[in-house]
């Protein structure tokens, strides 16, 4: 519904950002994010993850996600870079699309899988990281 005050429409609010965390029975994290992820609760976001790249395994669930903006999208790929960096697996759940590219433009999907459901990420985040060399990539976007 939009209102409309002195002939200028009025959006509605945005729902405010929720990150919940839950453990599972093999120790894996779940972060799951609610919301719209933008310049406004990007520091909500950190704070309630940075004890992330200390957990065994991490996935970052961003399916209640509607809206990513360039704040967090970084503030994601950070969290990411931080949790592989750390030697542990990480994984992002998303069933949109346009969310699914914008990580993939920035090398997220390189560093961890990018799945349509937490369930998924659960058996798809390796137990131990690939002695390939991997990593989260040097380039944070490519062109």
Avoid: H, K, N
């Avoid at 992820?37 to 909500?44: F, G, I, M, N």
């Amino acid at each position: 519904m939009t209102l409309v005050v002195r002939d200028r429409p009025v959006l509605p609010r945005a729902p405010a950002l929720r990150v919940r965390a839950a453990v599972d029975a093999t120790g894996t994290v779940t972060y799951r994010v609610v919301g719209d992820l933008d310049a406004t609760c990007v520091e909500r976001f950190r704070t309630a993850t940075a004890s992330a790249p200390r957990q065994p395994r991490v996935v970052l669930d961003l399916t209640g996600v509607g809206f990513i903006d360039a704040a967090g999208l970084g503030a994601v790929t950070r969290l990411i870079r931080r949790v592989v960096d750390a030697g542990r697996p990480a994984a992002v759940a998303t069933t949109s699309a346009t969310i699914t590219r914008l990580l993939d433009a920035a090398g997220v999907s390189e560093a961890a899988p990018i799945v349509a459901s937490a369930r998924d990420a659960f058996r798809r985040a390796p137990a131990v990281l690939p002695d390939d060399g991997g990593g989260f990539p040097d380039a944070p976007c490519r062109l």
